[in-house]
Every structure is written in C-alpha cells, then in structure tokens.
C-alpha cells in the first residue's frame, strides 16, 4: 500500500503551477463524442480520472492521446460509437456518468453501470433522470445499469431543477443542445466549470443563451463540430495552495489561476489574515502569523466551494479561536473529520455542522484519506503536525492533484511517497 509520509516543514515558500480543472476536463473530454472528428484540450491535468475518462472513451470506440508534454488530450470521434459506460470504469470514476447526455443526445441510447453511494455521501440520479425523461427519454434499471432511451429523438423541453447539480446540469445541456426544438433549464448550477462547458459546447456550434446565470436557453442544433479547448483553471488546486500557504506560515505564488473564480475563497482566506495579492493569472498569499479562525457554510456557486470544505476544517484546526464549518452538498464529507481527530485535531460533528476549536500543535500519525480532498487536507495537517504522519489510501489524491508530492517539495515541504 502507497502512503505519503509527512513531517513537519517550515513555511512553504516558492512558486507552483495550477493545470486545468478535474471537474471541467471530464465533461469535455464527455462532450467531445457529440461531434465526429478530432477534438483537443489543452491544459489538461496529469491526474487518474482523466486516464479513467480516456479509457472509458476509448470503449466507446475513440482514438484518445494524452501527450503530457504538452498537457493536451486529442479525441478522435468515428461516426458511430457504443452506448455502454461499464461498471469496472465506473465505480473507479462516478463522473463517468457524464457520458450519459452526451450518448443520448448522439446515439439515442446509453447504458451505465449505477454508481453506487461513495465516499462523501449517497449522491442521487433522480434529477439527471428527471430532466432527461423531459428531453424524451425512457429511463429504468436493470441488472446495475441504467438504461436510457430516446426511441423518438429528443425534443426541447421547459425544466425546472430541483437542486443546481453540477452533473445533472451538464447533462441535461449536453443533451438539449442535440434535441430538436428550445429548451429553458431553469436553477442551473453556476460553477465556472459548467460555464467552461457551455463555452466549449457553443465553440462546437451549440446555441446557449444566459452562460453562467441559472437559467439556460437552449436552441437544439442538428451536429456539432470538434473543436480545440482551453480547459479553466483548477479553483480548487489553487484553494489548496493557497490553504498551504496559510497553514504553513508561508508565502507561494500561484500561477495560472482565475482569481476572478475565487472570489469568495480569497474573501474567506483574507479573514484568517492572509495577505493575498491577484495580479492577472497569479495569485500570490503570504502569511505571517497563526491564522485566525473563519465560518464557512459551503453552497452552490457562487457560494463556498464544498471541494475546499475539508483543507478548511485542517486550517481552523490550528487557528486561533473557534469556528463552525457547516456542510451542505454531501451528507458524508465530514467523515475525515474523524482522521483529523487521530492528529489531535479538536473537532466535533453535530448533523452538518462541524465545530472547530483552534489548537495550538498537532501531532502526527497515521490516516487515512478518504477522498481526493480528504487525503489532501490530511497532508496539509501533517505539514504542521509535530513528528511523523502517513497519510494512506493516496490514490484518491492521486484522482484530482497532478504531480502533489513533486510540487509540494517544490515548495520545501518534508513529504514523500512511501510503500507501506
Ligand atoms: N444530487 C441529488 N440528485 C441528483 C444529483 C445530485 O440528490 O440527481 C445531490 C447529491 O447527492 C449531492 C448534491 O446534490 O448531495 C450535489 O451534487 P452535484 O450533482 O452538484 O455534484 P456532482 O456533479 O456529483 C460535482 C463534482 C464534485 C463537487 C460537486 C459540487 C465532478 C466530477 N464532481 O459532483 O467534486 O463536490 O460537483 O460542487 O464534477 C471533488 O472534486 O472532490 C468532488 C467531489
């Protein structure tokens, strides 16, 4: 078994690169099969998921290159695809279900493996299905597969969601976009990465009115065209960052962000007493005390990122005073709080609220991380943990951060990876 040792290192200090978005490259790299030919996406992160991606592209009878050189993934689509996302991708990679849209809108069928509950919580379907069925398309499940079918093509529809989900608006607009008629998606979810989709799509000859507002009018087009991508910085990478920074009494400099993205994240990290500079595409936070402790309520965008929930609840832990950290989106985010405990970490849990009381030290041990944020934030507690702490089940950390050890030690961190 991998873990990352972790000892405790001086105030981070140095520059490091921020690649695209996980959470934008998947959905690109899904809408990609909406249009026959070469597609390429520039700025791709070196992560597991986008390998997951690729591979289950490649099933579906894709040519799929990624050239970490030049951080560029090319798609070539042939003129006819398969329909079926298997479970083996699937459960490695629940943003496998964004194929979904994208093979109804292209095929007029889809077959994908459930997912299943994971990590941080149970994490619904019912209204991706809802505003499908509302496009045309017959839903049921059948032996652990959701099948999906639009006998009679899609039509534009009027849909109203009943959450802003990031994945059931994607995949409602990616398969508006192919459905004959208008559409109007009402209470969309806002995120910079489904305005980055949106924009993609439009580049590929969609017809998208209100991008980046909660309500999406939508004319269906016949086909789309491939077309080459820039995919958005990673927020949540730079989050991270600039949290390590903070805890660390550090000073880095961030390059290739959208600080325009962040602006609540920045608000929130100026309060703990970060000195946080945005000049273009950097960002440079600097720190120079114990951080004080903040509030945070985590909400769709634009409200807090619950990706940068848990780096939050590792840096109150060593602030000065109290907070309460409440958490909105996944039922089960907080389960690492119970890791942070076994670092000595002073941390209860009351239903969605976490109440954090600043503590001077931390002390190292071993953990375990359970999700990609989890692990992450675990390791930013090692940083100023006294002694020594592992930090196991790295291949979570390994699906969302490219190069983590290597530029974490570009920093000056004490941090390796270790087989234990
Ligand atoms: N939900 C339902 N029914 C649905 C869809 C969602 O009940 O049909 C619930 C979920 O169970 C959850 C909440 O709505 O409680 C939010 O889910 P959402 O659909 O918005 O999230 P997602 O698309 O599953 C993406 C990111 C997550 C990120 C969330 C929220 C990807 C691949 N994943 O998930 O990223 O936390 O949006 O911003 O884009 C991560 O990167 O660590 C991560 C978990």
């Known amino acids: 078994m991998e873990a990352f040792r972790v000892e405790r290192s001086g105030p981070l200090k140095g520059e490091v690169h921020v690649p695209g978005a996980k959470n934008s490259v998947l959905k690109l790299m899904a809408a990609s099969i909406m249009a026959e030919g070469l597609t390429t996406l520039t700025n791709v992160p070196e992560i597991l998921d986008v390998e997951i991606m690729a591979e289950l592209l490649r099933r579906l009878g894709c040519k799929v290159e990624h050239d970490l050189t030049t951080a560029t993934v090319t798609i070539d689509v042939p003129a006819k695809i398969g329909h079926k996302a298997d479970y083996d991708l699937v459960r490695k990679m629940r943003a496998s ?27 619904g379907l019912d ?4 505003g499908l ?33 990031v994945g059931a608006t994607e995949n409602v607009v990616m398969a508006a976009v192919l459905a004959k008629g208008n559409s109007n998606v009402d209470n969309v979810a806002r995120e910079p990465e489904i305005v980055d989709l ?20 939508i004319t269906g087009v ?34 290739g962000v959208k600080p325009s993205d962040m602006d609540l994240v920045l608000e929130k990290l100026r309060d703990t007493g970060a000195e946080i500079k945005s000049v273009d595409d950097r960002l440079n936070v600097s720190m120079h005390t114990r951080p004080k402790a903040v509030d945070i309520v985590t909400l769709p965008y634009p409200g807090f990122p619950t990706d940068l929930q848990p780096q939050m609840i590792a840096l109150n832990a060593i602030a000065t005073g109290s907070s309460m950290v409440t ?38 041990a071993p953990v375990e991380g359970t999700d990609v944020r989890a692990g992450a934030s675990l390791v930013l507690a090692g940083l100023v943990a006294d002694d020594v702490t592992y930090v196991t089940e790295v291949h979570h950390v390994d699906r969302g951060y490219s190069n983590f050890v290597e530029n974490l030690t570009g920093l000056g961190a004490n941090v390796k990876r270790v087989e234990m």
């Not at 209204?127 to 809802?130: A, F, G, K, N, R």
């Not at 509302?134 to 109203?160: M, P």
Request: overall charge negative; some cysteine; aromatic content about 4%.
């Open 327 to 364: 958490e909105n989106l996944f039922e089960a985010r907080f389960r690492f709080v119970n890791e942070l405990a076994r670092l000595g970490a002073d941390v209860k849990i009351n239903g969605h609220h976490c109440l954090v009381r600043g503590k001077d030290q931390l002390s190292g």
């Open 198 to 217: 949106c924009n993609m799509l439009v580049k590929m000859g969609a017809k998208i009115n209100g991008i980046g507002s909660s309500v999406l009018e």
């Open 133 to 165: 069925e509302k496009l045309g398309c017959h839903v049921h499940s059948e032996h652990g597969y959701l099948i999906v079918r639009a006998e009679n093509g899609l039509h534009g529809a009027n849909i109203a969601l009943d959450f802003p989900s």
């Open 127 to 130: 209204i991706h299905m809802q």
């Open 222 to 255: 016949e086909k789309l065209n491939p077309t080459t991508h820039h995919v958005v910085p990673d927020r949540i990478v730079a989050g991270t960052w600039a949290i390590a920074a903070i805890m660390t009494q550090g000073d880095i400099t961030i390059h």
């Open 97 to 123: 279900i964004s194929v979904l849209g994208p093979l109804v809108a292209r095929c007029g069928e889809a077959d994908i493996a459930l997912p299943g509950g994971d990590a941080i919580g149970s994490r």
